[in-house]
């Protein structure tokens, strides 16, 4: 018989899959969630778009990260914990947030002069009201 015979019943081993120990930050709510949940707010009313890429960084890495039992429990409406929301619901905020940054590129804003004459006239009421002190201090 050959040694390299893989018919052999004896040499085959079933394969048992066994799932990975929970974390010990997977079970509590950690302080990833509630930044991953208020970053793409705070890119859309900052309009920065440091925190709006960040935000869709971090969003994309918490949907792939996320375990299927929480992905099922959200399916069934029986949440972790009520304020969490979903991992797509997440992405989904983000890129709002980063679009939101970059409307400027498609609606341009336009941005008003100051007006030269506003600041002379008031830099000429000071002028004239420091003269008439003087002259009537000299008077005096």
Not at 56 to 69: F, G, K
């Amino acid at each position: 018989m050959t040694l390299n015979n893989v018919a052999r019943p004896d040499l085959c081993v079933s394969y048992k899959k066994i799932a990975p120990p929970k974390g010990l930050y997977s079970a509590t709510p950690s302080i990833s969630g509630v930044v991953n949940q208020s970053m793409p707010m705070a890119a859309i009313f900052l309009r920065n778009k440091f925190i709006a890429w960040f935000s869709l960084i971090q969003s994309v890495h918490y949907y792939l990260n996320t375990d299927e039992d929480i992905i099922v429990a959200y399916k069934e409406n029986k949440a972790p914990s009520p304020m969490d929301q979903p991992p797509a619901i997440k992405l989904f905020m983000s890129l709002i947030g980063l679009c939101v940054c970059y409307m400027n590129l498609v609606f341009p804003q336009q941005i008003a002069q100051p007006s030269s004459s506003g600041s002379k006239g008031n830099t000429e009421t000071t002028i004239e009201t420091t003269t008439e002190v003087e002259t009537e201090t000299a008077k005096q």
